[in-house]
């Protein structure tokens, strides 16, 4: 039997699901591994971030050819998926490669905690001291739960039997076969898949870990300066921030459908206009903040200039 969401010609209601528990649970996985795996064949690299083994590399170009054969494979010569093909499948490579690197910069970040030079801590101290909210949080326990917050577009496949499959695979990063339905698909199916994508993979999973990964950096660089380490984690910065502007730009159609959703209900237009305000200026802020690694002298913007602190 053929779900109602799911084209005939494209794939049936089982082989979709076993697709999304296949690929919730790799991801799910793959990203356990890239946590861990960076403290297997770590290199310290003095006081600031370690640099991990070359393996991790080969493990993540393997996911991303898998995920481009996985879409390559359901799609084939089926005419559902031929105008797709140009603008989505990058995309979704993209999103793989935006999801592994987001892991292991979390990993590299607990690594270098086995390195006896590591003055990450100490630095993150000062500047959590002068920030606006003065936290006092460690910063390890930061990255990993920025690394936590991106669980949740992985679990909901694998644990909730979805009415729409299209929803789930586009929480997975699989957006040539998520935009498929798009000229079929109601105002309620519109209004599950901007929520899901806006709160989970743009805020949860790309703007708090950029944040989180420029800070890092910043630090990693007034301490030791320009490392390769350093580079990877530049890597994984620059791939989430054109992540971030994709998922922007994707759901800037979908946007008024869901503003127009809410009818006479005003309130829930200033719940929803003031939420997508605070996410611009997360987006902006983290631009203002790239830029200070390179502006700066210290490599860090705090919320009143250039971060100052004692190397």
């Not at 989970?200 to 870990?209: I, K, T």
Request: proline fraction near 5%; hydrophobic fraction near 55%; aromatic fraction near 14%.
């Amino acid at each position: 039997r053929v779900s109602p969401e799911m084209p005939d010609e494209l794939m049936q209601k089982d082989d979709a699901s076993r697709l999304l528990r296949v690929w919730s649970a790799g991801l799910i996985l793959k990203q356990v591994v890239l946590l861990i795996g960076p403290a297997i064949g770590v290199s310290c690299a003095g006081a600031g971030l370690a640099q991990a083994p070359l393996w991790v590399w080969f493990h993540i170009a393997g996911w991303c050819f898998f995920a481009f054969g996985t879409e390559l494979l359901v799609c084939g010569d089926r005419p559902a998926c031929q105008s797709n093909f140009s603008y989505t499948m990058p995309s979704t490579v993209l999103n793989i490669f935006d999801v592994c690197t987001d892991a292991l910069a979390a990993g590299v970040m607990l690594a270098s905690y086995k390195c006896e030079d590591c003055r990450l801590e100490a630095a993150w101290k000062q500047v959590a001291a002068k920030s606006a909210l003065r936290v006092n949080i460690p910063l390890w326990s930061i990255a990993l739960f920025a690394w936590l917050a991106t669980l949740p577009q992985f679990l909901i496949p694998l644990f909730t039997d979805s009415h729409n499959s299209f929803v789930d695979l586009d929480l997975l990063g699989f957006e040539t076969i998520a935009s498929l339905p798009e000229k079929t698909s109601d105002a309620n199916s519109t209004q599950e898949r901007f929520m899901f994508k806006f709160f989970l993979r743009l805020l949860a999973e790309n703007a708090f870990q950029i944040h989180v990964q420029i800070t890092i950096a910043g630090l990693s660089i007034a301490l030791t300066g320009w490392t390769p380490a350093v580079d990877i984690m530049l890597i994984s910065i620059y791939t989430t921030f054109v992540v971030l502007l994709f998922k922007f730009c994707q759901l800037w159609p979908d946007f008024w459908l869901v503003f127009e959703s809410f009818k006479s209900d005003m309130p829930a237009k200033v719940v929803f206009l003031n939420v997508l305000l605070a996410a611009f200026v997360v987006v902006a802020y983290a631009l203002a903040k790239i830029l200070a690694l390179f502006v700066c002298p210290q490599h860090l913007l705090n919320y009143n200039g250039c971060a100052e602190f004692d190397v």
